[in-house]
């Protein structure tokens, strides 16, 4: 009885031992996180995704025009737009086309006058480059102040400088004056730059110059200081007056007869000094020989015979007497000045 007490108690230890061992070995079931509530139970998921930051990189653009009369390249390339996601930075040359020149750059709202421009580009950009034809100066030199030459059929005195578009073609055509004659022929030139040229001219004698005889124009004989350099012009116009410009020392023969002589001059300096002297010459033999006025701002002087009448500035002229320094000779030393002399005779 006890033997079979004990083998029953052997057997359910036995059942029991195994059944906990058989829980010790089974695996273990994963534990459940903890659940949070949500912010906004109520709100819709497209609105919870809207609510949440987005990073998105801006893109920056420039943009590169060019006007009529030439092109711009951008970092060795004609590329006209350009963007990026950073700031990049661009070598702008302006090529302007045959005759034509950069006038200036409008980037933004900024002028540049640079014809290349390193820049840095850190926001949306607009390039411009403006073009235009240029003007060049054009002048004409001499050795002989004074002369004249046509340049596309309108007269200058020389030296002259004009302005011209690029590329214009300028007909230069050298004057005969009663003080020059031209060394050089017509010259055909297209200015694209500033340009100068050279003109050469003779002196040569003058003969004659009209006057008024008792109120009528008259040749008479007029010759060319000899022992000083005239650098000017002596034209007379058809309202019977005497146009000086520049430097000229003139003898005007009014027949000794016409014993009243009246000299009238509009005269305007050129540049200092200046000065306009007239006088008249007496008989052969009369010590002082001649007398003169000097009036630079004065307007009018009249001799009776070789004597001026009146005047501010009166002098003489002593000393040796030559065969070209005839009684009755008007003498015009005219110094730096644009004039234009009257001289009217009168017995």
């Not at 590329?79 to 950073?86: G, I, L, P």
């Amino acid at each position: 009885m006890q033997r079979t007490t004990f083998l029953v108690t052997l057997v359910i230890a036995t059942i029991v031992a195994l059944a906990l061992l058989y829980f010790l070995l089974q695996p273990k079931a994963p534990s459940w996180p903890t659940i949070q509530p949500a912010v906004n139970t109520t709100q819709s998921q497209q609105k919870q995704n809207a609510t949440q930051p987005k990073t998105t990189l801006s893109t920056i653009i420039a943009t590169i025009e060019a006007s009529q009369g030439g092109r711009v390249l951008a970092n060795g390339t004609e590329t006209a737009a350009w963007n990026s996601s950073r700031p990049f930075v661009l070598v702008l040359e302006a090529v302007p086309e045959r005759c034509m020149a950069l006038d200036y750059w409008l980037v933004n709202d900024t002028i540049l006058g640079e014809r290349r421009l390193n820049l840095t580009i850190a926001g949306n950009t607009t390039i411009k480059a403006f073009f235009a034809k240029p003007r060049y100066t054009f002048t004409i030199k001499t050795n002989a102040t004074g002369a004249a030459a046509q340049i596309n059929s309108e007269n200058y005195t020389l030296p002259a400088s004009i302005s011209v578009p690029a590329c214009s073609t300028l007909e230069v055509k050298p004057l005969e004056t009663p003080l020059y004659k031209p060394l050089n022929n017509t010259l055909t030139i297209m200015v694209s730059s500033d340009t100068n040229i050279m003109l050469y001219y003779r002196q040569k004698s003058i003969n004659s110059i009209q006057i008024l005889i008792n109120g009528k124009p008259q040749e008479v004989e007029v010759k060319l200081a000899p022992f000083v350099k005239s650098n000017g012009t002596i034209e007379t116009t058809s309202d019977g007056l005497i146009h000086i410009k520049g430097t000229v020392f003139i003898y005007i023969y009014v027949p000794w007869n016409f014993t009243r002589v009246i000299v009238q001059a509009d005269i305007k300096p050129l540049r200092d000094p200046g000065g306009f002297n007239v006088g008249r010459y007496c008989e052969w033999g009369v010590d002082p020989f001649a007398y003169y006025n000097s009036f630079y701002d004065e307007t009018r002087v009249e001799f009776q015979g070789c004597k001026p009448v009146g005047g501010l500035h009166v002098g003489y002229v002593g000393g040796k007497r030559y065969e070209y320094e005839k009684p009755g000779a008007i003498f015009i030393d005219a110094i730096n000045v644009e004039a234009w002399v009257k001289i009217e005779a009168y017995p």
